[in-house]
């Protein structure tokens, strides 16, 4: 739908985690209404009437990928099993009910627990600044299949992590500059660079507001299960240390309690 230059510029000082939800919200009753521009005005309404209403749209947690399920086009790995799972999981968790407990009714959105999935380390939903972040991984090796040496390896690597020379009989792999997105796997012709392994990269601890912090990753690559126990133990840890619904980023110090 479209809108006025001065209903797109006052939408886009709204908070980005609301963003879309506001979006939605806006264009679905200008559309009742028979309009068919959105107006600063109908913006102000619908802005008015949702912040109003805020805690009948709060349901405890947030979790997000970065194209839903139509996946990312430079993925990794396949995500929709696991996003399916980690939402399946926090429903039953129900922290709206721990939130309730702890802080009343007046829930606002930066009370939730977050998770975010991103499929290839672009990272384009930004798991890096959420409670737990998930990235997609996919490991190279070399395989005994004979290198022809046509150089697409290197040419798709944007980090520099391959080298390959005549003195050579196979491309080199430098894994402390590879980020684990599998570019070089999908574009080797003769398979001498393979998948070695695929899993997924966790953050914990990530948020944004007047205290921001990165996520800090824990070492290794996990299966899908693994992941699940992860965040099971980190919303565990949660609700045993969560006062006043501080967010996870607010309680978390270090991995151990994972016993990882």
Same mark, same amino acid.
């Given at each position: 739908?479209?809108?006025?230059?001065?209903?797109?510029?006052?939408?886009?000082?709204?908070?980005?985690?609301?963003?879309?939800?506001?979006?939605?919200?806006? #264009?679905? @009753?200008?559309?009742?209404? &028979? !309009?068919?521009?959105?107006?600063?005005?109908?913006?102000? =309404? +619908?802005?008015?009437?949702?912040?109003?209403n805020?805690?009948?749209?709060?349901?405890?947690?947030?979790?997000?990928?970065?194209?839903?399920?139509?996946?990312?086009?430079?993925?990794?790995?396949?995500?929709?099993?696991?996003?399916?799972?980690?939402?399946?999981?926090?429903?039953?968790?129900?922290i709206?009910?721990?939130?309730?407990?702890?802080?009343?009714?007046?829930?606002?959105?930066?009370?939730?627990?977050?998770?975010?999935?991103?499929d290839?380390?672009?990272?384009?939903?930004?798991?890096?600044?959420?409670?737990?972040?998930?990235?997609?991984?996919?490991?190279?090796?070399i395989? #005994?299949? @004979?290198?022809?040496?046509? &150089? !697409?390896?290197v040419?798709?690597?944007?980090?520099?992590? =391959? +080298?390959?020379?005549?003195?050579?009989?196979?491309?080199?792999?430098?894994?402390?500059?590879?980020?684990?997105c599998?570019?070089?796997?999908?574009?080797?012709?003769?398979?001498?660079?393979?998948?070695?392994?695929?899993?997924?990269?966790?953050?914990?601890?990530?948020?944004?507001?007047?205290?921001?912090?990165?996520?800090?990753?824990?070492?290794?690559?996990?299966?899908e299960?693994?992941?699940?126990?992860?965040?099971?133990k980190?919303?565990?840890?949660?609700?045993?240390?969560?006062?006043?619904?501080?967010?996870?980023?607010?309680?978390?110090?270090?991995?151990?309690?994972?016993?990882?």
């Amino acid at each position: 739908m479209e809108w006025t230059d001065e209903a797109e510029k006052a939408i886009k000082k709204i908070p980005f985690f609301v963003r879309k939800k506001v979006r939605a919200r806006v #264009e679905d @009753e200008a559309m009742a209404s &028979g !309009r068919k521009k959105v107006t600063i005005l109908d913006l102000k =309404i +619908t802005q008015k009437r949702y912040l109003t209403n805020m805690s009948s749209e709060i349901k405890g947690f947030q979790i997000d990928t970065c194209f839903g399920s139509g996946g990312c086009p430079n993925r990794a790995i396949e995500s929709n099993s696991l996003f399916n799972s980690l939402e399946n999981l926090l429903i039953k968790e129900d922290i709206l009910k721990f939130l309730r407990q702890n802080i009343g009714d007046n829930i606002k959105f930066h009370h939730e627990f977050r998770v975010t999935l991103a499929d290839c380390p672009n990272a384009c939903s930004q798991p890096q600044i959420k409670d737990i972040g998930i990235i997609g991984a996919s490991i190279p090796g070399i395989t #005994e299949n @004979e290198c022809t040496f046509c &150089g !697409r390896c290197v040419d798709i690597c944007k980090e520099n992590a =391959i +080298t390959l020379n005549e003195k050579q009989s196979a491309p080199e792999i430098d894994h402390n500059l590879c980020i684990k997105c599998g570019q070089c796997v999908k574009d080797c012709p003769t398979g001498t660079i393979s998948e070695k392994k695929a899993g997924f990269r966790i953050f914990l601890g990530g948020k944004l507001g007047r205290h921001p912090r990165l996520a800090e990753e824990l070492p290794g690559i996990f299966r899908e299960d693994d992941v699940i126990g992860i965040v099971q133990k980190c919303i565990k840890y949660y609700k045993e240390n969560s006062v006043n619904g501080n967010r996870f980023a607010n309680v978390y110090t270090a991995p151990e309690f994972l016993n990882l």
